[in-house]
């Protein structure tokens, strides 16, 4: 099987997609070998590969993969991740044999993300075979590690690109952004997050004797009242309000008679621009403290809201849906976060991926024809890139080559 013929099998992105799916790339088990095999199929197409792992607490290390096409002209970078949630129970089919029944393919990450990276790969796949040459560069910045902590994927081979003085100019992230429908909605920006961990301590005693307890309950609901009595505020310009939810309330007690000596409670806060975690931290904190008593605070900020202000990036992308599949897609920041956080700190970031109905729940799938829009979209979006570059002759990134091909860098 020669070279060519590998090139063209990656132009139809159901192949590799399928591949992906096949290897059981859970969280927090090993991605190496999908990674393997997109690095395969990325080395055919020319890309030079450089595998980026990082050690965690615990078994395995986490790996991930960088890939670039072009060492001149300005960087255009996909990135995703192969690493899944579990499966769950109630499947019709295995979760992992990526079978396509009805004109589906189904598998844990063919919506998120692995169908998206299959349907880039295509996409870069068909534009060399057609000019053989890119007017810039193209890379991939693969993570196994998103779904969960995320503090050992992309966050990490950021860093790492900087100390290689490796510059992208513009990112798409793959993430499954559309509800309903292919072409609905693109992604350009995120709402932060932040979890709060709440522990109330009181003295315990006998129901029937409160003057003679500290009972935990009344202060605990007292704060969580002060911090849902009035909204947060009214959203911006791109963001819509921000929301505190209630996620635990745990009193451990299971005597009808007695008194808890402590009582805790957890919640979320989804943020926008007008709101940041150090200042969501202090206000939790008069709030508690407004009430009295005894208590523990743990806040964790697991990002910061972002936006990617409407302009080259954005416009290429919206053009890009538009001319595909007619929609007018929606600029929008809602949903949880993903590794766009990280992202936004080094270039312009946006994400548009498959239709996300049915990630992380049982019989995850995408449509062929889905597959193959989205393939059209990416051919679309780097084609408009490149074609509105500042300059015919591309001023030269920052690149500097590893000095090993496919080199393993460990901290």
């Known amino acids: 099987m020669n070279d060519h013929w590998n090139s063209n099998h990656y132009k139809n992105p159901l192949s590799l997609a399928q591949a992906l799916i096949r290897c059981q790339t859970v ?5 190496s070998n999908a990674l393997d095999t997109l690095e395969r199929a990325l080395q055919t197409l020319g890309f030079l590969t450089w595998r980026v792992p990082f050690p965690r607490t615990g078994p395995p290390e986490v790996d991930n993969l960088y890939a670039r096409l072009g060492t001149k002209g300005r ?19 295995d979760p992992f044999a990526a079978t396509v029944v009805n004109s589906h393919l189904f598998g844990r990450g ?5 169908g998206a990276i299959a349907c880039f790969v295509a996409a870069v796949a068909r534009i060399l075979g057609c000019q053989k040459n890119l007017p810039g560069s193209v890379s991939l910045l693969i993570t196994g590690d998103e779904e969960g902590v995320a503090l050992h994927g992309t966050r990490r081979v950021l860093s790492w690109l900087h100390e290689h003085e490796e510059k992208l100019d513009a990112c798409l992230v793959g993430e499954p952004t559309n509800p309903h429908s292919l072409g609905e909605m693109i992604k350009i920006g995120r709402r932060g997050s932040l979890n709060a961990q709440l522990h109330v ?18 202060r605990l609901l007292s704060m969580l009242m002060a911090l849902r009595s009035y909204p947060l505020d009214n959203g911006s310009a791109h963001f819509q309000p921000s929301t505190l939810t209630l996620t635990n309330f745990d009193v451990g007690n299971s005597s009808p008679n007695v008194i808890p000596a402590e009582a805790r409670a957890a919640f979320n806060i989804r943020f926008n621009d007008r709101q940041t975690g150090e200042g ?4 939790i904190r008069s ?11 743990t806040c964790t900020v697991s990002g910061e809201p972002f936006l990617t202000a409407p302009g080259q ?5 919206h053009k890009a849906v538009h001319e595909v599949t007619g929609h007018t897609p929606v600029l929008s920041t809602s949903g949880g976060t993903s590794d766009a956080r990280f992202i936004q700190t080094v270039c312009p970031v946006v994400e548009f991926g498959l239709v996300g109905r049915t990630m992380h729940k049982k019989d995850e799938s995408t449509s062929l024809a889905d597959l193959e829009v989205l393939t059209e979209i990416y051919q679309h ?31």
């Open 313 to 317: 990036l954005t416009h290429v992308v």
């Open 27 to 31: 969280t927090p088990t090993s991605s």
């Open 280 to 283: 969501l931290k202090r206000w």
């Open 201 to 218: 301590f009181g003295l315990q005693g006998h129901v029937a004797y409160p003057h003679l307890a500290d009972n935990p309950l009344d």
């Open 75 to 93: 960087n255009f970078c996909f990135a995703g991740h192969v690493d899944v949630v579990p499966p769950g129970p109630g499947w019709t089919v």
């Open 287 to 297: 709030c508690c403290d407004s009430i009295g008593g005894r208590y523990a605070l």
């Open 110 to 114: 063919a919506v998120d993300m692995k």
């Open 381 to 411: 979006v780097l084609e408009g890139y490149f074609a509105n570059s500042p300059s015919a002759k591309y001023v030269p990134s920052t690149y500097k080559e590893p000095q090993e091909r496919a080199g393993r860098d460990r901290e």
